[in-house]
């Protein structure tokens, strides 16, 4: 990816903020009654955490984590490392991880069991995007924004040398 450039708008901020509605109507209907812990993955889920957020009616607690599976660019190195844990207790809790994309599924099987040993009552993972063609690990997200082909996805969050997270919608880098 040397002379990158913007691709076309995959999905324009009003089909994901659409979306959101959608899926934040079906977790209140799925945790009808339950409180709800909601687990943003910093830094590409910021925008879809907020979008999620305000469509989850239920009682709700917000926490962030930061893992790490990626070096600087685009090439996974296939470890995860926490680089900040969640500030609060999950234990007894319904978490519902909110991602930016499930690329190789690495970062996420590996964020479920590290919040699974904690003793929450459940945890689901609720992703902007799911890219299945790419998956090397047997992981699944519960609620899928949109699914892409195999391309590298930036804007919404989402970066490319942590460039582009500001893009108010999704496009692929091209070159
Ligand atoms: P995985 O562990 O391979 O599933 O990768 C997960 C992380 O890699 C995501 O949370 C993203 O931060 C990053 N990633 C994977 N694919 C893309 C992409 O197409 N664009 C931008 N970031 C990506
Ligand atoms: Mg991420």
């Known amino acids: ?17 659409k979306r959101a509605e959608e899926i934040g109507a079906q977790i209140a209907k799925d945790y009808e009654g339950e ?15 907020a979008d999620m957020m305000k469509n989850i009616t239920n009682d709700a607690e917000i926490d962030f984590i930061v893992a790490s599976s990626y070096g600087s660019a685009s090439t996974t190195s296939g470890v995860v490392k926490i680089k900040k844990d969640l ?18 599924g690495t970062t996420l099987k590996f ?10 009552k459940s945890i689901k993972i609720c992703t902007l995007l799911d890219k299945p063609s790419r998956r090397l690990v047997d992981v699944k997200a519960d609620y899928v924004g949109f699914e892409v082909e195999n391309l590298f996805v930036i804007g919404y ?9 500001n893009l108010p919608y999704i496009s692929y880098l091209e070159g």
């Open 1 to 17: 990816m040397e002379n990158n450039t913007v691709g076309k708008i995959l999905f324009t901020r009003e089909q994901i903020e």
């Open 35 to 49: 409180e709800v812990y909601l687990v943003g993955t910093l830094r590409g889920a910021v925008m879809w955490m």
């Open 87 to 104: 500030d609060g207790d999950i234990y007894g809790k319904n978490v519902i991880i909110i991602e930016d994309i499930v690329d190789t």
């Open 111 to 120: 964020l479920k069991e590290h919040l699974a040993d904690r003793n929450p």
């Open 157 to 165: 969050g989402l970066d490319y040398d942590q460039k582009y997270r």
